[in-house]
């Protein structure tokens, strides 16, 4: 089975500092990778994934992730936030299952931009 | 292209009754994910519906069932509410590829409150 580990719960950050969020993974088979973004009280949206290719993979709002195998790592970066960024993000890491494909989310990290 | 819809946007229900949420998936896609999300928690998955089928279960009891229509729009049931039902419940559609590589659209959500 796999998993997902979104090690820090909440990440406080000046606005128009560089901020990464971490994402660690496992799995014994092939993964692909996800980051989702959650603004209060409503649904999830996509920020980027990774299916195969280039490990660097650029996403909306000025996000982009690096895919890396050996770390089994998928970190989230942003080179400087906006206050619009304040949100929870969610790592989710999906494997082919029986021809299906099981998508696993992490618990989640709170960015709080601070002015 | 009015993406995923979900109704009721809230809903409160008292302890024992039974609840219907409903949702529409995005344009093109031919499957329904129900998660749960708890305050403080990722997503958890519920079940997926594709071609009118349950396909996968997570770890959730036979209270919570679901159904499937022919245009794809679909409807999560919960039977005998407890308090510890209280939760968004996200809908999620894709399109399945066979791949594991389905991206999901999420829908703004369904805030259930159990008194």
């Known amino acids: 089975a796999q998993s997902v580990t979104q090690l820090d719960s909440q990440v406080p950050v000046f606005e128009e500092a560089p901020v990464e969020l971490r994402c660690n993974y496992s799995s014994s088979v092939s993964v692909y990778l996800f980051w989702y973004v959650q603004y209060p009280n409503q649904g999830l949206q996509l920020l980027l994934k990774y299916l195969s290719g280039s490990t660097l993979v650029k996403g909306i709002n000025g996000f982009e992730a690096e895919f890396n195998k050996s770390q089994t790592s998928f970190h989230l970066r942003k080179p400087s936030v906006h206050i619009s960024d304040t949100a929870e993000y969610f790592c989710a890491v999906s494997v082919r299952s029986g021809g299906y494909q099981k998508v696993t989310f992490g618990t989640g990290t709170k960015l709080q931009v601070i002015p | 292209d009015a993406g995923v819809t979900q109704s009721p946007t809230h809903l409160i229900k008292t302890r024992g009754q039974q609840v219907t949420l409903r949702c529409s998936p995005k344009?093109?896609?031919?499957?329904v994910s129900w998660y749960q999300q708890a305050l403080g928690q990722g997503p958890q998955f519920i079940f997926q519906?594709?071609?009118?089928?349950?396909?996968q279960r997570g770890n959730f009891p036979d209270r919570f069932s679901g159904h499937q229509f022919p245009n794809y729009s679909s409807e999560l049931n919960v039977n005998a509410l407890l308090l510890g039902d209280s939760a968004l419940y996200l809908c999620?559609?894709?399109?399945?590829?066979?791949?594991?590589?389905?991206?999901?659209?999420f829908g703004p959500g369904t805030r259930l409150t159990v008194l």
């Open positions: 519906y594709y071609e009118e089928e349950e396909r």
């Open positions: 344009s093109g896609h031919d499957t």
């Open positions: 999620a559609s894709s399109l399945t590829t066979g791949e594991g590589t389905d991206t999901q659209y």
